[in-house]
């Protein structure tokens, strides 16, 4: 992760092994958010389409990892719709593009509660679209 964060290694050559187990993830301070994809980004529908899947995870790392312990997020700025919302979401350019292999920014968000609450207010709540069982 350390080497991912630096800009040394692209993400799309990571492998499984690559990958932390859930308990070590859970103690990790460090978790990367991979692809957010959606069909048409820059129409409206494809906003809220983000807006439902960003709502998903953040519902999702609240749940799993929670905002005890510090712990810092990590996302890619692949296109230019997707550093918006970054932005918008409250994360910081980290690194990039010059000093990346991906030639990509980094943006950082560090998660505490007031951050997280923030996220969901910029988006909104999306639990009437988005039925989520995360206890199984």
């Known amino acids: 992760m350390k080497q991912f964060i630096k800009g ?8 499984p092994d690559d990958i932390r187990d859930d308990d070590e993830a859970r103690k990790s301070p460090d978790l990367y958010i ?3 994809v959606v069909r048409d980004p820059d129409s409206y529908a494809g906003s809220k389409r983000a807006c ?6 953040a519902k999702f790392i ?3 990892y929670g905002v005890k312990r510090r712990r810092a997020l990590y996302a890619l700025a692949v296109s230019s719709p997707s550093k918006s919302w970054l932005r918008r979401a409250g994360f910081a350019r980290h690194n990039g593009p010059d000093d990346r292999l991906d030639h990509l920014e980094l943006y950082s968000l560090e998660l505490t509660r007031q951050q ?3 996220i969901f207010y ?3 709540d999306y639990s009437g679209l988005c039925k989520m069982e995360l206890d199984r």
């Open 116 to 118: 997280l609450d923030s």
């Open 62 to 64: 609240e749940h799993r």
């Open 8 to 15: 040394r290694l692209k993400d799309n050559i990571l492998t």
């Open 52 to 57: 439902t899947m960003f709502w998903g995870m």
């Open 122 to 124: 910029e988006i909104g």
């Open 34 to 36: 991979s692809g957010v």
